[in-house]
């Protein structure tokens, strides 16, 4: 047994040679090439589970869930159909993935926008099983907390009082399974919010999946250029404007 990492190894090598279509550049998306797509593991409709074709990260099985053959199209935009069908696929391999037994941890997370860390424009997400690496104990049980916005249906939607990064994130709880379509419904409400209704320069957001002692987190962050206090010294910050955000929440969404 090779005992736990800190840092995951990067491929500079396979990094290189990545493309980029997260900004009109000219690239085609290789996501828009389907017949021309390789690895496919699972497939529902226009829903597919991928081998990541550069697996820049070492020890781990990198995968990527192409939300839509729509290029265009973005999850705060589906129809409730589509978004549920989504979030229930990339749920179920999530967890697949955790059951297997092969991981340590496996993480499950989203980009979109060009200042949230991805390279590529086409709706999707990753799954990525950590080989020797437990994510896990990173996450202080805080920074998933918060003050509580509503509670409806098995699902509990919070403003993070101690966020992770900061300055505002948001943290939803889903108390099982059968509540899952409603948690993807919050989580649609989250990145709208983030990138229509939040500040008008945002056009970036993350979320990411936590299962942590049995309990699935999302964490939902928009994202403009990271803090030099946080990268330089690991103080996440507090927006002063968290009431205002449970209000706007709240009043634009009926929450
Ligand atoms: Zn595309």
């Known amino acids: 047994m090779t005992s736990s990492q800190s840092h995951l190894i990067f491929d500079t090598m396979i990094g290189g040679t990545k493309p980029v279509t997260v900004v009109d550049n000219g690239h085609k998306c290789p996501f828009c090439c389907r017949e021309k797509l390789e690895g496919v593991i ?14 820049v990260l070492q020890d781990t099985v990198q995968t990527v869930l192409i939300e839509t053959d729509d290029c265009a199209a973005e ?3 589906y129809s409730k159909e589509h978004l549920h069908r989504v979030i229930r696929f990339g749920t179920e391999k999530w967890l697949d993935m955790i059951a297997s037994g092969e991981f340590e941890s496996v993480l499950f997370f989203k980009n ?19 080989r020797h690496l437990d994510y896990t104990v990173n996450i202080p049980p805080a920074s998933l907390e ?43 409400i ?9 500040n008008r320069h945002c056009n970036s957001y993350n979320i990411f999946f936590y299962y942590i002692g049995g309990q699935i987190t999302a964490k939902v962050m928009p994202r403009f250029v990271t803090s030099p206090i946080y990268i330089g010294y690991a103080i996440p910050q507090l927006s002063t404007r968290i009431p205002d955000v449970a209000a706007d929440l709240k009043r634009i969404y009926g929450l």
């Open 146 to 188: 918060g003050i509580v916005i509503s509670r409806d249906g098995g699902v509990e939607l919070a403003v993070a009082d101690k966020p992770l990064v900061g300055f505002t994130e948001l943290n939803l709880k889903l108390a099982d399974l059968g509540q899952l379509d409603r948690f993807a419904d919050y989580l649609q």
């Open 75 to 77: 999850l705060s935009l």
């Open 112 to 130: 979109h926008g060009p200042s949230s860390g991805g390279s590529i424009r086409h709706p999707h997400m990753q799954i990525v099983g950590l």
């Open 190 to 198: 989250c990145a709208h919010y983030f990138l229509h209704h939040f």
């Open 42 to 55: 699972a497939e529902d409709g226009p829903i597919l589970l991928i081998a990541n074709k550069y697996p």
